[in-house]
């Protein structure tokens, strides 16, 4: 039975004088497009409304039937706040939501008039002053103009012109019972002095009496402070020349609140809904960013205490209120909190938790024929589907794709039958894993690869020879640097000529970074590659797809490349490429949306794990990086067969964040020694040694890796036992830098190169990620993981190096011991650059390291694999001197490029 289909016209802030009418000669926007109910259940309003230039943080409103504006006026994004709008219009077949681009300039059609008007363009103020109906454009007042106009009535000693009539809000303390009750305030705006009054309503709104509560968005030491009706020693009273209170804090921008702007009367409606969510975020920012030293600090005179009312309702006069915090603040039970600058907010919050992700398509003309075209995509295919026609629609769309990717690879597999010429076999295994599909073909990468290795190879072409070493040596194979020796004159250098092959330099400068310990003529090729490469790229003589990836082989070459970004890029090029399959092309945009979807639903379910576990913990002063920590574990295991070990890993990360924040960020040296005791004894009963605040985190601590445990098969379990006692190392290594931090020790650069290196994590999630494998991971090759090799500790020392470097140059934000480059600087009397140099030379050596494992250790090469993975992960949060698991919005468009964005197909 299909369902009723109500359409949703959205005004996206287009002109007055838009030439789109509808019937009756209505005027309207003339940028709109349209959504039915049923749509809602298919694709994410905010994702719908990015196509049409919505941004986070712009607002979208509907009205409330049987209401004008603005009291009727509702914001909404969510999915619950769309689920209480279509019960608001279950009799309605049509609702108007307004998309304000800047929520503070918002404008509405105020009453039964058909006039809409841009609210990113003309910042106007909304008003009704008689009854519905009775309209008069005088009603629209400019804000200026407005403030203006009261001022010179004032001085005129007349009363103002604007608010005969109630003005009536509705209450909204961002909760959606309120937003959606149909309780309202009626605030009479006291005409004589419109910045003073209070009316009876707001003296039963705020009460006779400061109400205090705990606010649990900014942690235990803040109170909440509403606005009483009597005077309060604590806050600031507003006049007309108070001054402007600006509070600055790391990370977020200035945000400016003054008396204009907190206690003009009926004045803009969007300030209703915008200042409220401004506040908030205001104060979380605050709390996030400064910690406890928004409340408490070591430079007491200079702390401001802020105390905010959430329920602003427009000439309520609930305002933010700002005290100064004066005296010293003592110590409870001489612990002192030497509070860190603090972490900024997720930028996902429960984005993953309700995205709900369009339907699979397998082909433009599969089941789906106008997945790019919102409106028609909406109208014309989903108007009057019943919820169960939809779900059969979405399995339908899964389906068709997989069977065409079961068709795709079995061309495939004929087509390595078929490939007989070497050149042909390696232009086929390089693209494949270009494409990100080398895990669909193991069996016969792995037979193509043999036989290459194994052919006699006379090629005069430098692109062939360099592509026959970098694959060979990326897969274990032995292949000497004197492949090159060819292209070489007498006097042992590379010869011109080859410099005016671009194709050729590329291929040489990706294979020479294959190189091992001892191998000078490899760094010669780097360096006469690069060179010659570089002139050709600011000569802008290349062509594309070539220049595009000769730009990018430039800042990251590729056997230090994530394969996944580079797949992404990959596919928009490869149709290019002289000699291109189709076939290949087909499937590896198949497969990466196919495995999108399993990534969306593993997405969803960690954020729920952990926004349980973040709420119930309470620990305000941790980084809440889940979706990143989650992105790093999927940078080690994308495959769909990796599921288990890539949530293991994933969560592993949550846990270990929230113990290395606790050791770096907030903890006192002895709460310190208390978590690693009880870490160490791993038991419920050290529970008792804890200080309150910590003892929920040990307590889940304990359970998580009791379900670890629980989920792996018997012959796995000393695996998580494993990796249990590679978490209490870790918190040992932790406890070793809060001593040296806390005695201002600076140690020399081996030692702190060596504690750096074990408290970087690796090892430990190393280990881990050899967990979940099955038949396929043998004790040798385990024990070889856990045993701390050459790859293992490769892989912790670039990624502290590149972790220090990008702290230096971004400054600290946390109490961390001494880094790399500040022990080197001080033990050499260097600058920092040149520390830099040397550093970055230390990287260089262990990038060495970790090809020589791969040659050295060929037989576990999958596990190999997974730790050069995760080197090579290194370079996308810690490189351009950036830390982009700290500092998430760094790594926000490799996140929605990875799980958000499908391919196009």
Known sequence: ??????????????????????????????????????????????????????????????????????????????????????????????????FFARPRELVTDNGSTSRFVSPSSIPLIGHHN???????????????????????????????????????????????EDLYGTNQVDVEVNQAEPHRGKTTQEKELVGKKTNKRKEKDIGQSAEVDYLSDEPNDDTIDFNDEAPIYVHRSRGIEDIIFDESTLRRPHMQVGMLFSNVDLFRAALKNMIINMGREVFKGKNDRNQVSVKLSFSIVLGGHELLQLAATEGNV??????????????????????????????????????????????????????????????????????????????????????????????ARMNLVDSIQHLGIVHLFQEQIEDALMSIHESEFTS?????????????????????????????????????????????????????????????????????AREHLKLMSQDNVLNPPLACQVRRALTLPLPRTFKRVETICYMLEYQLEEGNIPILLDLARLDFNLLQHIHLKELKAISEWWKDLYGYMGLSYIRDRTIEGYTWSYMMFY?????????????????????????????????????????????????????????????????????????????????????????????????????????????????????????????LLCVAAMVGWGGTMTTEAFEWVASGNAAVIACAKIGRFMNDIAAFKRGKNKRDVASSVECYMNENGVTSEAAFAKINALVEDEWRSTNQTRLEHRTLLPMVQRIVNFTVSMALFYDDKKDAYTFGTLLREIVESLFVKPVPI
Not at 400 to 422: H, P, S, V, Y
């Open 130 to 176: 008689s009854v519905p109906g009775d309209f008069d454009k005088d009603d629209l007042i400019l804000h200026e103009e407005y403030v203006q106009q009261q001022l010179r009535e004032k001085k005129k000693g007349k009363e103002p012109v604007i608010g005969k009539e109630p003005v009536m809000f509705f209450q909204g303390d961002s909760d959606t």
């Open 1 to 98: 039975m299909g369902r009723t289909s109500i359409s949703f016209i959205v005004h996206t802030g287009c002109t007055t004088g838009g030439s789109s009418r509808k019937s009756g000669g209505e005027r309207i926007c003339s940028s709109i497009y349209l959504l039915d109910r049923d749509s809602l259940k298919f694709i994410d309003l905010e994702e719908s409304l990015l196509i049409h230039g919505y941004q986070k943080g712009d607002g979208v409103y509907y009205l409330k039937p049987s209401y004008v504006p603005p009291q009727g006026l509702v914001q909404i994004l969510n999915d619950e706040q769309i689920k209480m709008m279509l019960d608001d219009h279950k009799t309605e077949t049509e609702c108007s939501l307004y």
């Open 460 to 528: 005069s072409s430098l692109y062939e020879v360099a592509l026959r070493f970098r694959l060979l040596r990326e897969h274990g194979f032995w292949v000497p640097p004197d492949a090159f020796n060819k292209f070489k004159g007498d006097d042992g250098r590379f010869r011109n000529e080859i410099a005016n092959d671009p194709r050729g330099l590329l291929s040489l400068y990706n294979a020479a970074h294959l190189l091992i310990h001892g191998e000078p003529e490899l760094e010669e090729a780097i360096t006469f």
């Open 330 to 423: 003592e110590a409870e039970d001489s612990a002192v909190h030497e509070e860190v600058l603090g972490f900024e907010p997720s930028v996902w919050g429960d984005f993953f938790i309700n995205y709900e992700p369009q339907p699979l398509q397998a082909l433009p003309h599969c089941y789906f024929p106008y997945m790019h075209c919102p409106c028609i995509l909406i109208n014309a295919m989903l108007t009057n589907c019943s919820d169960e026609s939809i779900l059969n629609f979405k399995q339908r769309s899964e389906t068709c794709m997989q069977e065409r990717a079961e068709k795709l690879k079995g061309d495939i597999r004929t087509l390595f039958g078929t490939c007989n010429d070497i050149s």
């Open 639 to 763: 495959e769909e067969g990796f599921a288990f070990t890539r949530m293991f890993v994933a969560k592993l990360i949550a846990l270990v964040t929230v113990m290395d924040d606790t050791y770096d960020a907030h903890a006192t040296i002895e709460e310190c020694h208390q978590l690693n005791t009880a870490i160490q004894r791993w038991d419920k009963s050290a529970i008792s040694i804890l200080p309150e605040y910590l003892k929920k985190y040990y307590s889940k601590l304990l359970i998580n890796f009791k379900e670890f445990q629980d989920q792996v098969t018997d012959n796995e379990k000393y695996m998580v036992a494993c990796t249990k006692e590679e978490f209490q190392k870790q918190s040992t290594y932790y406890l070793q830098e809060a001593e040296w931090s806390n005695q201002k020790y600076k140690p020399g650069f081996k030692d702190q190169v060596v504690l750096s290196t074990k408290s970087s994590a690796v090892q």
